[in-house]
Nanobody, 118 residues
Framework: QALLVESGGGLVQPGGSLRLSCAVS??????????MGWYRQAPGKQRELVAD????????NYAAFVKGRFTISRDNAKNTVYLQMNSLKPEDTAVYYC?????????WGQGTQVTVSS
């Protein structure tokens, strides 16, 4: 049974940093087979892509609103994907979700709250 567990969220001041982690178990976690992504959903808004790493060639894609501030990475030895978030803004406040895509099937974590406020 697939299980994705996010951690690392919290309250941070504008301009601060956080590193989110997503530990994956129960499915193959391979750079060649498993695409990983981070999404977020703010209150009253639709869930949106933040960043993802495609399977196979490892192509990385970022939403325009986080380019240069956020970095997605993965550690296959630890079955974990990370999202390093720097220069955080109040508009980055949202629940952040991790998603794994394997052989066309999607698996989601439960989300972790990130609040950027002074």
């Amino acid at each position: 049974q697939a299980l994705l567990v996010e951690s690392g969220g919290g309250l941070v001041q504008p301009g601060g940093s956080l590193r989110l982690s997503c530990a994956v178990s129960g499915i193959i976690f391979s750079s060649t087979a498993t695409a990983m992504g981070w999404y977020r959903q703010a209150p009253g808004k639709q869930r949106e892509l933040v960043a993802d790493m495609r399977s196979g060639g490892g192509i990385v894609n970022y939403a325009a609103f986080v380019k240069g501030r956020f970095t997605i990475s993965r550690d296959n030895a630890k079955n974990t994907v990370y999202l390093q978030m720097n220069s955080l803004k109040p508009e980055d406040t949202a629940v952040y979700y991790c998603k794994a895509t394997l052989f066309g099937r999607e698996y989601w974590g439960q989300g972790t709250q990130v609040t950027v406020s002074s």
